[in-house]
């Protein structure tokens, strides 16, 4: 598993517009139990980070901490990202199993 074979997958459920971006989104999508991942970028800041992962341990909502923010927009298309949900239960699964395989290589 490549990390670049992740962003392309992410890339496809952005096309199938089940990914949003942006905290304040979000942090709504947690709440109203849309989000299925949440992805943060490694280089987010301490508060963001905080904020968002204190949000999705309160709603069980998976979250892993992979990429760059320049990578994580890149994958989307759009401008840097720090963190970005996934709001399809298949396409977050398949997720977190391809980025937790990579995480052990």
Same mark, same amino acid.
């Not at 109203?32 to 987010?44: E, G, P, R, T």
């Given at each position: 598993m490549t990390k670049q074979q992740i962003f392309n997958f992410l890339g496809l459920a952005m096309r199938a517009r089940k990914?949003?971006?942006? !905290?304040?989104? $979000?942090?709504?999508?947690?709440? &109203?139990?849309?989000?299925?991942?949440?992805?943060?970028?490694?280089?987010?800041? !301490?508060?963001? $980070?905080?904020?968002?992962?204190? &949000?999705?341990?309160?709603?069980?909502v998976p979250f892993r901490i992979f990429g760059t923010r320049a990578e994580l927009g890149q994958s989307l298309g759009k401008a840097e990202r720090v963190n970005v949900g996934v709001t399809d239960i298949g396409f977050a699964s398949k997720l977190v199993s391809m980025i937790d395989e990579y995480s052990k290589e």
């Open positions: 990914v949003k971006s942006g !905290e304040a989104v $979000l942090l709504t999508e947690i709440k &109203k139990q849309q989000a299925k991942l949440v992805i943060l970028a490694s280089d987010a800041s !301490e508060n963001s $980070l905080k904020n968002i992962k204190n &949000k999705c341990e309160t709603y069980n």
